[in-house]
C-alpha cells in the first residue's frame, strides 16, 4: 500500500435509511428523500451545514417492504456506506421531497446508535482505507505476484477489459470507461463496475457486505462474467441482422421496392434481440422518401448514443416508432364502378342528388385519370339532414378507410399541426395521427364542425387547416411533430358546416362547398319508412310483426311534433313509439309464460273468439281485466295511439289564427338550424311620433324598421295611408310599436324589410294581410326589393307551416329550380321587384292605390 496517510471519516454518522437501491464506495446514485425521518436529516445536517464534514452522511439500505414500513426505525443493516452529497434539490409537486446526489465514500459498520430521533445517529467503524492515491502496481506489489488476491485482482481486471471493449467505444461514457480501468486502484474495481452492470439489489448487498478483499472480487466476478456472456449473446444475434439491412439497402439504390425476403420478421420472435436494431430494419423497410429516412437515420444515430435512462431516449424512440407506422406508401385501391356506386349510395339516402352526382362524377374522372388529387369538399346544412353519414357512404362507394376528426371547439393550432418535439408530451396533430389509425395514405377524412372552430391564445386553427385543404399545398404538409412533409394530395377531405358565416373567408375558397337542404314531409315520410323505422325496430328489438306505423301516422309526427329541417328529432319520436310498444310486448311475453293454459282447458267460447283479446297500444289503461293479457299483433299506430303516446301535439297550424286582426304578417328566417316563418307584429296608439322595436334585434333590422317607416311615410297619400287624427302623416300624434315574437331569440338580417312594410301597412290601412300569405326580401329607400339568401330553406319553412302564397324577390326567381316539384305545385310564389307589387299581392283585392291589382301577369305565378 502507498505510505501516504489515509483519510478518515467522522466517527459519528447521521444515517439516512433508503429503499432505492444499494450504494457502493465509488459509485454515485440519486435517491429520493420522502420519509420524515430523511426529511429532518436533509434540512437540519446538509442545508444547514457549512463544513465538508456536515456533508458526509452513512447511507444504509432499508430491506423492509416500503408498502408495510412504519413510523417505528427498523431493524439497521450492519453495514452501510459513507457518502458525500454533491447535490440537494428539493421540489413541492407533487408533495414535498429533496432529491440527493450522493458519491459513496468507503464501507462503516454501524458500531452503536446513539438516538432514534428526529433522524438516527450512529457511531461508525470505518471499514475501507480511504487512500489519496494507490497505483495498480503498488496493489500487485503489496498482494505479491503468485498470492491468489493479486491473480483474483488481474482476472478480474482482464474481465472489465473484455468487457468494456465489447460496447460501442464511440459513446463518450464508454471511452472514459476504459481510461479509469487503467487509472483507478484494482481495490475499488469490483465495487465500481458492480453498480454499473446489470445486477439485482440483492446481489449488491451481498458485495457491500463483503469487507474483505479477496471475497469482493469473488463475489463481483461472476457477476462480470454473466455480462459478458450475455453480451456475446447479443451480438450473435445481430450479426445475420446487419447483412439483411446491407441487402435492403442495396435494394433500395436499385430502385425496386423491397420484398417480404427483406422485410422485418414478425413481432416477438427474438424479444431478446437489439431493439436498436430492430427498430433500424423497420424504418429502411417501410419505403418512406428519401427526406424522412434521412431524418429517421440520424435520429437513430442518435438514439444509439444515449443511455436509455436520459428522458429524450424515450422521445426519439416514440419518434421513430411513429414514423414506422405512418402509411408512406400503403394505399387502398378505389372501386370505380359507377353503376355499383350510385345502387349503394341511392340504398343509403334518399334524395340529397347535388351530393350523389358529384360523388359519381369523381368516379368518373377517376377512371379517366388515375392521378386526380383528392378534392376538398365542404357540405353546408342545418343539423340532421344526414352530412355525416354521407361522407361515411362516399367512404364505402369508393372503398375506402374512412376516419372523422371533430373539430367542434377545438381553438389550438397544436391539434392540426401537433407539437414541437421540445415540449414534453408532446404528439403528433390529428391528421397525421388519423392517418396512422387508418393505415393508408388515402382515406376519406371527415372534417366535421369546421365552422366552430374556436381561436385562443394557442393560436388559430383554422388558419392551420389552410395548408391541409389546400390541393397546391398539401402534397408536402409538414407537422410540427414529424417535421418533416408528408403526402396529404390523396386523401379525400370532407368537411361539414351548418353555416359559412363563421368560416374564415381563406379557407372558404379552398373548399367546394355544396349546400345540403332540409327535407321536404315528402321526403321525411319516405326516409322515415325506408331508414328510421326498420333502424329503431332493430334497436329495440322489435320485428315488423310486431310493430307497424302508416305513412299518416308519420306525417302527423313531422307536422305536429316535429318542425325542423332534419330528422333527428322524427327519430327520437319513433324511438318514443318503440319502447312504449316494447314495454306492451314484454308484458305481453311474460303473461304467455307465466300464465298459458293448454288448449283443452281453454273457456268454452274462446274458440268462438268470444276469450279475452289482446289490448291494442291506443287502448287507454285502467281496465284489470285487460292489464295482463298479450296485445294483438302486430300493433298499429293511429292517431289516438300517437296521442297517448307522445303527448298533446306540439306544433299547430297557427298562421291563420294569428292573423285575424290588422298589423300582423308572416316573414320567412333563415338560421344554422334552416329555415322558420316568424310572425311580425305592430302596434300604434297616441304619442310624438316614436317608433319603439323589440325582440332582440340587431342593427340591421332595426335599419330595415327605419326604412320601412320612411318609405311608407314618403307614399302615404298614394296608399291613402293615416294616422290617427286623420292626418296623412302616419307617425304624426302617433306612436308606433314593431314587435318580433320569440323575444329570448337574437334576430338580425336585412330580408325581414318587405315584413315589415307590409305590417305597417296593414296597421294603417286597417286591413288584414292575406293569412297564408309568407314573404321575404331587403328593400331599399326607393322601395325596391333586393334579392336574399336561404330561398329553399325559407320555402319549405313556410311550406311545414301550410302558407299557400310566397312573396320573394323578382332576382331569387332562379333559386325556385332548387325546390322540389312536389312543393312548387303546392305554392303560389310571387316575384316581386318593387314594395308596390308586394303590397299587391299580400292583400286580398291587392292594395289600394294600385292599378288593376292581380292583373299583372308576372306578379303571381303557379310554378
Not at 98 to 117: D, M, P, S, W
Not at 377 to 394: A, D, N, W
Not at 478 to 506: E, K, R, W
Not at 822 to 829: A, H, I, M, S
Request: one cysteine or more; hydrophobic letters at 40%.
Amino acid at each position: 500500500m502507498s505510505s501516504n496517510s489515509g483519510i478518515q471519516i467522522p466517527s459519528r454518522l447521521p444515517l439516512l435509511l433508503t429503499h432505492e437501491g444499494v450504494l457502493l464506495p465509488g459509485s454515485t446514485m440519486r435517491i429520493s428523500v420522502e420519509t420524515a425521518r430523511n426529511m429532518h436529516l436533509v434540512k437540519s445536517r446538509l442545508l444547514k451545514g457549512t463544513s465538508l464534514k456536515s456533508t458526509i452522511i452513512g447511507v444504509i439500505p432499508n430491506t423492509r417492504d416500503p408498502e408495510h414500513d412504519t413510523e417505528d426505525l427498523p431493524t439497521l443493516h450492519s453495514i452501510g456506506t459513507a457518502g458525500l452529497a454533491v447535490q440537494v434539490v428539493g421540489s413541492n409537486w407533487p408533495k414535498p421531497h429533496y432529491t440527493l446526489l450522493i458519491t459513496g465514500l468507503c464501507r462503516f459498520r454501524v458500531a452503536q446508535l446513539l438516538k432514534e430521533g428526529p433522524f438516527p445517529v450512529a457511531e461508525v467503524e470505518q471499514l475501507d482505507k480511504l487512500e489519496q492515491y494507490t497505483s495498480p502496481e503498488e496493489m500487485s506489489e503489496a498482494a505479491g505476484p503468485d498470492g491468489e488476491l493479486g491473480e483474483l485482482s488481474q482476472r478480474f481486471y482482464q474481465a472489465a477489459v473484455q468487457l468494456v471493449g465489447m460496447l460501442d467505444m464511440s459513446v463518450p461514457v464508454v471511452a472514459k470507461l476504459r481510461r479509469l480501468l487503467d487509472s483507478l486502484p484494482r481495490e475499488t474495481l469490483p465495487d465500481v463496475l458492480a453498480s454499473m452492470i446489470h445486477t439485482s439489489n440483492k446481489e449488491k448487498l451481498q458485495v457491500l457486505d463483503a469487507v474483505s478483499l479477496e471475497e469482493r472480487f469473488k463475489k463481483t466476478l461472476p457477476l462480470l462474467t454473466r455480462q459478458i456472456e450475455g453480451l456475446k449473446l447479443l451480438q450473435k444475434t445481430r450479426k445475420p441482422r446487419r447483412d439483411d439491412d446491407k441487402r435492403v439497402l442495396a435494394v433500395r439504390k436499385g430502385g425496386v421496392l423491397p420484398g417480404r425476403q427483406f422485410s422485418l420478421d414478425e413481432e416477438g420472435d427474438d424479444e431478446d434481440g437489439d431493439d436498436t436494431a430492430v427498430l433500424e430494419r423497420k424504418v429502411k423497410g417501410v419505403n418512406m422518401p428519401e427526406p424522412a429516412l434521412r431524418v429517421c437515420l440520424k435520429e437513430l444515430k442518435r438514439l444509439k448514443k444515449m443511455p436509455q435512462s436520459m428522458p429524450e431516449y424515450a422521445l426519439t424512440r416514440n419518434y421513430l416508432d411513429l414514423m414506422v407506422e405512418l402509411p408512406w406508401s400503403k394505399s387502398t385501391t378505389d372501386c370505380l364502378d359507377i353503376h355499383a356506386a350510385r345502387v349503394l349510395l341511392d340504398s343509403d339516402h334518399y334524395a340529397m342528388e347535388k351530393l350523389k352526382r358529384r360523388v359519381l362524377e369523381y368516379l368518373a374522372v377517376r377512371q379517366l385519370k388515375s392521378t386526380l388529387k383528392g378534392p376538398i369538399l365542404c357540405f353546408v346544412g342545418p343539423p340532421g339532414v344526414g352530412k355525416t353519414s354521407v361522407g361515411r357512404s362516399i367512404a364505402r362507394t369508393l372503398g375506402r378507410e374512412f376516419h372523422r376528426i371533430a373539430l367542434g371547439g377545438v381553438c389550438d393550432q397544436s391539434d392540426i399541426r401537433g407539437h414541437r418535439r421540445t415540449y414534453v408530451g408532446s404528439m403528433p396533430g390529428r391528421i397525421i395521427n388519423g392517418l396512422k389509425t387508418v393505415g393508408v395514405n388515402n382515406p376519406v377524412f371527415l372534417l366535421d364542425e369546421v365552422d366552430k372552430l374556436g381561436k385562443s391564445l394557442q393560436g388559430d386553427p383554422a388558419s392551420a387547416l389552410l395548408e391541409v385543404l389546400d390541393p397546391e399545398q398539401n402534397h408536402s404538409f409538414t407537422d410540427h411533430y414529424l417535421n418533416v412533409a408528408f403526402d396529404l394530395s390523396q386523401v379525400l377531405f370532407i368537411a361539414t358546416a351548418n353555416s359559412t358565416a363563421t368560416i374564415p373567408p381563406a379557407l372558404l375558397d379552398r373548399m367546394e362547398v355544396l349546400q345540403v337542404q332540409g327535407y321536404t314531409q315528402e321526403e321525411k315520410v319516405e326516409i322515415a319508412h325506408r331508414h328510421l323505422i326498420p333502424h329503431q325496430l332493430e334497436q329495440h328489438g322489435l320485428t315488423p310483426q310486431q310493430l307497424q306505423i302508416p305513412q299518416d301516422t308519420t306525417q302527423d309526427i313531422i307536422s305536429k311534433y316535429t318542425r325542423e329541417a332534419g330528422v333527428r328529432s322524427l327519430e327520437r319520436k319513433i324511438g318514443a313509439i318503440c319502447r312504449a310498444v316494447a314495454v306492451k310486448v314484454a308484458e305481453g311475453h311474460n303473461v304467455t309464460k307465466s300464465e298459458a293454459a293448454p288448449a283443452e282447458s281453454a273457456p268454452q267460447g274462446a274458440e268462438h273468439g268470444e276469450g279475452k283479446r289482446g289490448r291494442r297500444a291506443e287502448e287507454p289503461d285502467g281496465v284489470s281485466g285487460d292489464m295482463a293479457v298479450p296485445p294483438d299483433m302486430p300493433i298499429v299506430i293511429d292517431h289516438i295511439a300517437l296521442k297517448d303516446i307522445l303527448g298533446p301535439h306540439v306544433f299547430e297550424m297557427e298562421v291563420s289564427e294569428r292573423l285575424t286582426l290588422p298589423g300582423v304578417a308572416v316573414g320567412l328566417a333563415w338560421t344554422p338550424l334552416g329555415g322558420e316563418i316568424m310572425f311580425v307584429e305592430a302596434s300604434r296608439m297616441e304619442g310624438e311620433g316614436q317608433l319603439t322595436l323589440t325582440g332582440q334585434l340587431g342593427d340591421v333590422m332595426k335599419e330595415s324598421a327605419h326604412l320601412a317607416m320612411s318609405w311608407l311615410r314618403s307614399n302615404a297619400k298614394n296608399y291613402q295611408l293615416t294616422n290617427l287624427v286623420g292626418g296623412s302623416d302616419p307617425l304624426e300624434g302617433t306612436d308606433i310599436h314593431l314587435h318580433f315574437p320569440a323575444g329570448a331569440v337574437t334576430k338580425d338580417g336585412p330580408s325581414a324589410g318587405v315584413t315589415m312594410v307590409t305590417v305597417l301597412a296593414s296597421l294603417f290601412s286597417g286591413r288584414l294581410v292575406r293569412s297564408d300569405v309568407a314573404m321575404t326580401g331587403e328593400i331599399t329607400l326607393r322601395g325596391l326589393v333586393l334579392p336574399v339568401g336561404g330561398i329553399k330553406d325559407k320555402v319549405l319553412a313556410a311550406h311545414r307551416a301550410g302558407v299557400k302564397r310566397v312573396i320573394i324577390p323578382k332576382r331569387n326567381e332562379k333559386d325556385l329550380e332548387e325546390i322540389p316539384a312536389n312543393v312548387r305545385k303546392e305554392l303560389d310564389f310571387v316575384t316581386a321587384s318593387n314594395l308596390d307589387e308586394v303590397l299587391n299581392a299580400a292583400f286580398d283585392g291587392g292594395f289600394p292605390g294600385m292599378s288593376n291589382p292581380l292583373t299583372l301577369p308576372h306578379i303571381v305565378s303557379k310554378l
